[in-house]
């Protein structure tokens, strides 16, 4: 696939370079200024700026990273050198408030010279564009180099790259790499000349920075962690740009980076801005900013440009890897994975913003993602490909509610939605209450967030259920919500609270499963926690009662519970006085006391542990639950913005701690995790729509007017217990129904009186769910209930008896 046309041709010059293979890969900053994208969906390549450089190009989905990072180095090759990324101030700007171009002008410490680049992506070509234009002291320009330096990544590793220098159509280039994918850079000038190198003992960098003149000429670096560099002569070119193409061999790199060089960049900034322009950010959302809208159009076009162009309607988490710069090939996935959750919040957003049609492409996408028992993977490859397989109910409850959404406002054009709900709200009946993982990707347990979503999607499925003429079934799936609602206080607080001295009674993160229960695990102890990444030799098992945080506001989010319930209100107290840091921009929370996902202590990179920081997406979810309690959330809003970086990147954690200069890190500002979160970026934007609606835009009607009732008005509880024998319940209410429910038709055989007598039933159909079948008591009854189990279909028996106390 790589072999090279006659038409174009090797340059040897000195040869292969030395020191091959190079250091060890490592990818590049996580805090991104920009992600940029073309509109169009055929100019399938992404890219990231930071510190002023371009970072990370995907292509051809925005999951396969192919470059660490581009940048220029400067000379006048005897008294200075300089390195765009550290000896340069620099200014970011986006070229137009309404598209994905930047524009970066840098300024050496000094004054002599300035460099302007502008970013964008071909509008039609998987080809990244950096326009420059240097001016300042003319003595200097005379006498001064610049040099293009990339670090290829190709098919998302450092490791196993090969480059080439290369003369096309009269003009020196380079290419690169790996496997049936290759890249070219090359220069609208050519470049004078070209050198290829490994990383660590060969490349451009340590040539220059040497002597600060260029002497090797190295025509390729074959098998390894490679750099290839390309020299442009500033005394004959003021202005230049530098194409960076990628296609499936050399032939389609090399001539769409020669075929986008050919047309005037001015037509492609041109063309690029008018794309952008077919997708306005909502201004009617500007009004309740207060950075005039700034934030609202990057966030909106942010959220836009993570969706994939061949795997359209699917969402990335972020095009970035937490701090990429301190790790290798070995890690794979950095954010740039489909997890469920994180993309029906994306979704929703753009539901926020009035795109139907996206949020309808994301989720045919999801259901076309679903396996066949109804559940959808931790996260996954843009293909589909699972990448952890951990199972959390919540991202199976979130697909059913945006199907609900789109369902009530008519956006499901022609996709039947039925099938897809029917067969995850079974997933749901079949597991929920407990999860494996809450939605921090960790613990298992009830957890009052994933509750939370599961209840929602209950009910959301058994509305469209009932809108598709299903009323058995809506009414089983409501039975089970109710079940579980009835139970939310008794599963998921503590009356023995210890975090704050007037408040014992409050929600807990998550309750870890009873014996008996799936995923229960006897070595960690009953009722305790072990929490992950914690730093070595600390305590990393707690009692459950021990840790806490504000995943119960999505009760109040969903409409599950009121703004003003005491257990909400109460446990609010104890989240401020655990979680919350006031910072110089606004408050902001951590995700719970003792995480260890974030920066170190002493600001080093998480490396397997750490401390967790402050998010500022719950400062989103707090503003939205102050906003339901009737209160301003202005000051929220104001706080989301200031967090954002000069580029309007919303970062996943921000440094919650004194300055630390020296590591880049400073009390409010970004710390080293994902930069931008596209979760962050939605709530965000969904703030804005609750806030210009006068009511949290992700409440569910149907879900607030079946529980959001004053707790004196509150429905009775259910009266049914439901039975599972992978969760077997002990007991069951007098007066209520035991319901035993099985994915299997089956029969129960039961007595109240030793076997003196026995009765029978046979299940009934639930459709997806499976089958259920119920066991009466009366007021009053005392004793138990004995019974086992029959699936006339396998002929086969439980083999055995359970006991259920009644009373």
Same mark, same amino acid.
């Not at 995907?58 to 989905?61: E, K, Q, S, V, W």
């Not at 220059?208 to 600060?212: A, F, R, S, V, Y």
């Not at 900013?289 to 994939?308: K, P, Q, Y």
């Given at each position: 696939?790589?072999?090279?046309s006659?038409?174009?041709? %090797?340059?040897?010059?000195?040869?292969?370079?030395?020191?091959?293979?190079?250091?060890e890969?490592? %990818?590049?900053?996580?805090k991104?200024?920009?992600?940029?994208?073309?509109?169009?969906?055929?100019?399938?390549?992404?890219?990231? *700026?930071?510190?002023?450089?371009?970072?990370e190009v995907?292509?051809? $989905?925005i999951?396969?990273?192919? /470059?660490?990072?581009?940048?220029?180095?400067?000379?006048?090759?005897?008294?200075?050198?300089?390195?765009?990324?550290?000896?340069?101030?620099?200014?970011? &700007?986006?070229?137009?408030?309404?598209?994905?171009?930047?524009? *970066?002008?840098a300024?050496?410490l000094?004054?002599?010279?300035?460099?302007?680049?502008?970013?964008?992506?071909?509008?039609?070509?998987?080809?990244?564009?950096?326009?420059?234009?240097?001016?300042g002291?003319?003595?200097?320009?005379? #006498?001064?180099?610049?040099?293009?330096?990339?670090?290829?990544?190709v098919?998302?590793g450092?490791?196993?790259?090969?480059?080439?220098?290369?003369?096309?159509?009269?003009?020196?280039?380079l290419? =690169?790499?790996?496997?049936?994918?290759?890249?070219?850079?090359?220069?609208?000038?050519?470049?004078?000349?070209?050198?290829?190198?490994?990383?660590?003992?060969?490349?451009?960098?340590?040539d220059?920075?040497?002597?600060?003149k260029?002497?090797?000429?190295?025509?390729?670096?074959?098998?390894?962690? /490679?750099?290839?560099?390309?020299?442009?002569?500033?005394?004959?070119?003021?202005?230049?740009?530098?194409?960076?193409?990628?296609?499936?061999?050399? &032939?389609?790199?090399?001539?769409?980076?020669?075929?986008?060089?050919?047309?005037?960049?001015?037509?492609?900034?041109?063309?690029?801005?008018?794309? %952008?322009? #077919?997708?306005?950010?909502?201004?009617?959302?500007?009004?309740?900013?207060?950075?005039?809208?700034?934030?609202?159009?990057?966030? &909106?076009?942010?959220?836009?440009?993570?969706?994939?162009?061949?795997?359209?309607?699917?969402?990335?988490?972020?095009?970035?890897?937490?701090?990429?710069?301190?790790k290798g090939?070995?890690?794979?996935?950095?954010?740039?994975?489909?997890?469920?959750?994180?993309?029906?919040?994306?979704?929703?957003?753009?539901?926020?913003?009035?795109?139907?049609?996206?949020?309808?492409?994301?989720?045919?996408?999801? =259901?076309?993602?679903q396996?066949?028992?109804?559940?959808?993977?931790?996260?996954?490859?843009?293909?589909?490909?699972p990448?952890?397989?951990?199972?959390?109910?919540?991202?199976?409850?979130?697909?059913?509610?945006?199907?609900?959404?789109?369902?009530?406002?008519?956006?499901?054009?022609?996709?039947?939605?039925?099938?897809?709900?029917?067969?995850?709200?079974a997933?749901?009946?079949?597991?929920?209450?407990?999860?494996q993982?809450?939605?921090?990707?960790?613990?298992?347990?009830?957890?009052?967030?994933?509750? =939370?979503a599961?209840?929602?999607?209950l009910?959301?499925?058994?509305?469209?259920?009932?809108?598709?003429?299903?009323?058995?079934?809506?009414?089983?799936?409501?039975?089970?919500a109710?079940?579980?609602?009835?139970?939310?206080?008794?599963?998921? $607080?503590?009356?023995?609270?210890?975090?704050?001295?007037?408040? #014992?009674?409050?929600?807990?993160?998550?309750?870890?499963?009873?014996p008996?229960?799936?995923?229960?695990?006897?070595?960690?102890?009953?009722?305790?926690?072990?929490?992950?990444?914690r730093?070595?030799?600390?305590?990393?098992?707690?009692?459950?009662?021990?840790?806490?945080?504000?995943?119960?506001?999505?009760?109040?989010?969903?409409?599950v519970?009121?703004?003003?319930?005491?257990?909400?209100?109460?446990?609010?107290?104890?989240?401020?006085?655990?979680?919350?840091?006031?910072?110089?921009?606004?408050?902001?929370?951590r995700?719970?006391?003792?995480?260890?996902y974030?920066?170190?202590?002493?600001?080093?990179?998480?490396?397997?542990?750490?401390?967790?920081?402050?998010?500022?997406?719950?400062?989103?979810? #707090?503003?939205?639950?102050?906003?339901?309690?009737?209160?301003? *959330?202005?000051?929220?809003?104001?706080?989301?913005?200031?967090?954002?970086?000069?580029?309007?990147?919303?970062?996943?954690?921000?440094?919650?701690y004194?300055?630390?200069?020296?590591?880049?890190?400073?009390?409010?500002?970004?710390?080293?995790a994902?930069?931008?979160?596209?979760?962050?970026?939605?709530?965000?934007?969904?703030?804005?729509?609750?806030?210009?609606?006068?009511q949290?835009?992700?409440?569910?009607?149907?879900?607030?007017e079946?529980?959001?009732?004053?707790?004196?008005?509150?429905?009775?509880?259910?009266?049914?217990?439901?039975?599972?024998?992978i969760?077997?319940?002990?007991?069951?209410?007098?007066?209520?129904?035991?319901? /035993?429910?099985d994915?299997?038709?089956?029969?129960?055989?039961?007595?109240?009186?030793?076997? $003196?007598?026995?009765?029978?039933?046979d299940?009934?159909?639930?459709?997806?769910?499976?089958?259920?079948?119920?066991?009466a008591?009366?007021?009053g009854?005392?004793? &138990?209930?004995?019974? $086992?189990?029959?699936?006339?279909?396998?002929?086969?028996?439980?083999?055995?008896?359970?006991?259920?106390?009644?009373?």
């Open positions: 696939m790589n072999a090279l006659a038409a174009y041709r %090797w340059l040897d010059d000195q040869g292969m370079a030395f020191g091959a293979p190079g250091l890969p490592r %990818w590049t900053s996580s991104k200024d920009a992600v940029c994208t073309a509109y169009a969906a055929s100019s399938r390549v992404w890219f990231t *700026v930071s510190h002023g450089t371009l970072n995907y292509y051809p $989905t999951d396969r990273p192919q /470059i660490r990072d581009m940048e220029f180095l400067f000379t006048d090759g005897e008294t200075f050198f300089h390195e765009e990324k550290r000896d340069f101030e620099y200014d970011f &700007h986006y070229v137009d408030p309404d598209a994905l171009a930047v524009r *970066v002008v300024t050496d000094q004054g002599r010279y300035r460099v302007t680049k502008e970013f964008l992506c071909d509008p039609h070509h998987p080809v990244v564009l950096v326009r420059v234009k240097i001016d002291e003319e003595d200097l320009l005379q #006498r001064l180099k610049c040099y293009a330096l990339l670090a290829p990544h098919e998302g450092g490791a196993g790259n090969s480059g080439r220098s290369i003369e096309v159509a009269g003009q020196r280039a290419i =690169a790499w790996k496997n049936g994918t290759s890249l070219s850079m090359g220069a609208s000038c050519g470049f004078t000349r070209s050198s290829c190198g490994f990383v660590g003992s060969s490349d451009g960098y340590q220059l920075i040497q002597n600060m260029m002497d090797w000429q190295f025509g390729q670096a074959l098998n390894g962690n /490679i750099a290839l560099m390309g020299e442009i002569d500033v005394a004959r070119n003021r202005e230049f740009t530098v194409a960076i193409a990628l296609g499936e061999g050399h &032939h389609a790199a090399l001539a769409g980076m020669m075929q986008s060089l050919s047309t005037p960049y001015e037509a492609h900034m041109k063309r690029f801005i008018e794309q %952008w322009y #077919r997708a306005p950010a909502p201004e009617y959302l500007a009004g309740k900013s207060t950075d005039g809208g700034r934030l609202m159009r990057i966030s &909106h076009n942010v959220v836009l440009a993570h969706e994939d162009k061949t795997y359209t309607g699917a969402f990335i988490a972020s095009a970035s890897i937490p701090w990429g710069a301190s090939d070995d890690d794979l996935g950095g954010y740039h994975l489909v997890w469920t959750r994180d993309m029906v919040q994306s979704a929703s957003a753009l539901l926020a913003c009035g795109r139907v049609d996206t949020a309808r492409r994301a989720l045919v996408y999801l =259901a076309c993602s396996r066949p028992d109804g559940s959808f993977p931790q996260n996954f490859w843009i293909d589909g490909t990448y952890w397989t951990g199972i959390q109910l919540d991202e199976v409850a979130f697909p059913i509610i945006l199907a609900w959404r789109l369902w009530k406002l008519g956006g499901l054009g022609g996709f039947d939605v039925f099938p897809f709900v029917e067969n995850a709200a997933f749901l009946v079949h597991y929920a209450p407990v999860t993982q809450e939605r921090w990707e960790e613990n298992a347990g009830y957890s009052p967030s994933t509750l =939370a599961v209840i929602s999607g009910i959301c499925a058994a509305d469209i259920a009932r809108g598709h003429k299903a009323p058995e079934l809506a009414e089983f799936l409501e039975v089970y109710d079940w579980i609602e009835s139970h939310l206080e008794e599963w998921t $607080t503590t009356t023995n609270g210890v975090l704050h001295p007037d408040v #014992r009674y409050h929600y807990v993160r998550v309750v870890p499963p009873y008996g229960d799936p995923f229960y695990n006897q070595a960690i102890g009953d009722g305790r926690l072990n929490l992950a990444n730093t070595p030799g600390e305590q990393y098992n707690f009692a459950a009662n021990e840790i806490v945080d504000a995943g119960f506001l999505e009760l109040v989010r969903y409409g519970r009121r703004a003003d319930d005491p257990l909400i209100v109460n446990s609010l107290k104890v989240i401020d006085k655990v979680l919350r840091i006031d910072t110089p921009y606004g408050p902001c929370w995700r719970y006391n003792h995480d260890g974030g920066q170190q202590k002493d600001g080093g990179p998480f490396l397997h542990y750490g401390q967790g920081r402050a998010w500022p997406l719950l400062t989103g979810e #707090r503003a939205h639950y102050e906003l339901a309690a009737g209160k301003d *959330v202005t000051p929220f809003i104001t706080a989301l913005e200031r967090f954002s970086s000069f580029g309007g990147m919303l970062p996943e954690q921000i440094w919650d004194h300055d630390l200069p020296e590591e880049g890190l400073f009390f409010g500002r970004s710390a080293g994902a930069q931008p979160l596209v979760w962050a970026h939605s709530e965000y934007l969904k703030l804005l729509r609750s806030s210009t609606d006068g949290v835009f992700d409440r569910i009607s149907c879900v607030a079946r529980y959001a009732a004053p707790c004196e008005q509150r429905r009775g509880g259910c009266q049914i217990e439901i039975f599972k024998i969760r077997p319940v002990h007991t069951v209410g007098a007066g209520k129904r035991l319901r /035993i429910v994915r299997d038709q089956f029969q129960v055989i039961w007595t109240t009186d030793g076997w $003196t007598t026995r009765q029978a039933a299940s009934k159909s639930a459709g997806y769910p499976g089958f259920f079948a119920e066991i008591t009366q007021s009854q005392q004793g &138990h209930i004995e019974f $086992t189990l029959y699936w006339p279909q396998q002929h086969r028996w439980l083999g055995y008896n359970f006991t259920v106390q009644v009373g």
